[in-house]
């Protein structure tokens, strides 16, 4: 079956292409690569081009015979929203519904939306279960709520077929280190304390669910669509959280050197614990992690990261020191864990 995947060229949506294919599906990768890498784009074609361009995404829809769409366009650095509400509005809503009013004119009716544990906010009590209530902290996590919200009512009036998935904090690389993260500005504690620990980077973060884990849950939940299954917001994590100190142990264990670490404050406002309950994934798509342990994660990470230096396997070039925050990109600075902070830094004269 053909897939539409928006966003395809980035760090999940390549891992998902690959999963699709295995799955004997098509995808048909739709990205304006203003994040995403041509070279991530290795199963099924690449259309380049940005998703406010609704001609272009009617006509994609209708050459390709697309049937359904699994869509992880968006910004998504949780800090940089705040200071730019109106882009992060603009990209991860207006032209989500853009993207639904082409899909529903076509008749393609089933979605899989890439949700954020940022739609929760605080967490008032941990493991997080899909019906903690959403209130968001962020304009990100913002933009990725009032997309759910749609979703729901468009499965109401219009019949649209839809599943949220609610990633925490996706990590690791394909095992068949095929494909893996390059994010730029890199923003994620462990590809930035692999970086730190092979003298490539600076500086640090929390709580893991391996990418290809996360690529499989997006081919079940298509399944499910097309099975007949009813529309539902799904979390998926490990229901474990790592700390930052056993994500470094776990990185200096796996690369044999030192990860240089700073104490630092814990920002503020920053949620302590961010855990998932996957129960439901698990109950609903028979979904189990295979891959998220914590030495897995950092091995494949590993393996990506010595192979590819940041910006190398593809045109984009540059990092800068920012730090994550709950699996998506943040604040620029040093953070948080469960009491106390941690800055990774470069080894002297490596920065
Ligand atoms: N990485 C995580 O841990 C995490 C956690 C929760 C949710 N998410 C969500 O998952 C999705 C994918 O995340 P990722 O880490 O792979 O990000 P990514 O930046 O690697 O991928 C997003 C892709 O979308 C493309 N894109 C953005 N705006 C576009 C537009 N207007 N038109 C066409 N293409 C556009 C970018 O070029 C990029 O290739 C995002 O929606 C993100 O908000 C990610």
Known sequence: MRILVTGGAGYIGSHTAKALVQAGHEPVVFDNLSEGHRWSVKWGPLVEGDLS????????????????????????YVGESMHRPREYFRNNVTNTLGLLDAMLEAGVCRIVFSSSCATYGIPRNVPITESHPQNPISPYGESKRAVERFLYWYGQAYGADWMALRYFNAAGADPDGEIGEDHHPETHLIPIAIQAALGKRPFVEVDYIHVTDLARAHVLALHYLLGGGESAA???????????????????????????????ARRSGDPRVLVANPAKAGRILDWKPQYSSLDTIVETASRWHQAHSPGVAGPDQGVSGWVAQAGERSLPATYAISGGGVAVEPPPGRR
């Open 53 to 76: 361009d609704g001609a272009l995404v009617r006509q994609v829809i209708a050459t390709h015979g697309i049937k359904a769409v699994i869509h992880f366009a968006a910004h998504a």
């Open 234 to 264: 799904l979390n998926f994590g490990t229901g474990e959280g790592k700390s930052v100190r056993e994500v470094i142990a776990a990185v200096e264990r796996v690369t044999g050197h030192r990860v240089p670490v700073r104490e630092a």
